[in-house]
């Protein structure tokens, strides 16, 4: 498919063949948090995105420390490749990619396709979960050149106006006009104000991959965005309500079309939406 950076995307067979393998760890990052207890890939650890990655005391993330000890417990060193699928076409997949990223892990992965591909070609799934002995582990440096914060992105505003910068708005149609605050059929709640950041593109996240939910190729993505003005030479971030779906939309323009600035807003439109005096458009 000519990616960039192709060796951070792996198909179903290449993850079959390495499930034995030592060196690899496969993870499961899903929305729906009891899927993995219904069934997994053989020897493939949960990461469940509400308790193991978010703090209890504040909305964030956990700290080094925390990230340390999660890794630790599930068995992964410095230099373990993980790789990670999910449900929803890899949304919390890509999340927990990024999360990971961020915290410096290097060896990154995610099965094209996710648990619906797996699934579609009769792999096989079990209720089983595995043991692993703790793994040191210490978080190198956190890239912060990869999440947005709400002054950063206030401050982006300008490089939009200029033309030096892109804002890309990942969600349905209806929350980008303003018509709704959240996907069609879920509950309207998490924001006070619909709408969308002033100068962003709208570019729904499910433009980027096929009925099966893999990933278009490298000149269908480049031409999604290109024809949106988000171009490798702007300093680009994404956003959706939570950051589950922009971190999708990350990985395609980092990974597979090799952007070299994009962040991800984790604070997204559940923190812009809810901001006094925050300017929207609609």
Known sequence: ??????????????VADHLQDRAVRVVEADEDVLLYEVGHLP??????WHLDLQREDARDF???GGFAALMSRLGIAPDTTVVLYGDQNNWWAAYAFWFFAYNGHTHLKIMDGGRAKWAAENRPLTAEVPS????PYRVPYRDESIRAYRDGVLKHLLKVRDGKGALV??????????????MPNYPQEGALRAGHI???RSIPWARAVRPDGTF???DELAELYRDQGVTPDKDVIAYCRI????????????????????ANYDGSWTEWGNIVGMPIEK
């Not at 708005?169 to 959240?182: A, F, I, M, N, Q």
Request: hydrophobic fraction near 35%; aromatic fraction near 12%; charged fraction near 25%.
């Open 1 to 14: 498919m000519n990616y960039a950076h192709s060796e951070a995307l792996v198909d179903t067979q290449w």
């Open 43 to 48: 020897g493939a650890v949960k990461v469940d």
């Open 62 to 64: 956990i700290d080094e």
């Open 132 to 135: 692993y002995p703790p793994a």
């Open 169 to 182: 708005d990942v969600r349905s149609p209806d929350e980008y006009s303003g018509k709704l605050t959240h």
């Open 198 to 200: 002033p100068g962003a």
């Open 216 to 218: 278009k190729s490298a």
């Open 243 to 262: 950051a589950e779906r922009s971190s999708h939309t990350w990985f395609v323009l980092k990974y597979l079309l090799g952007y070299p600035k994009v």
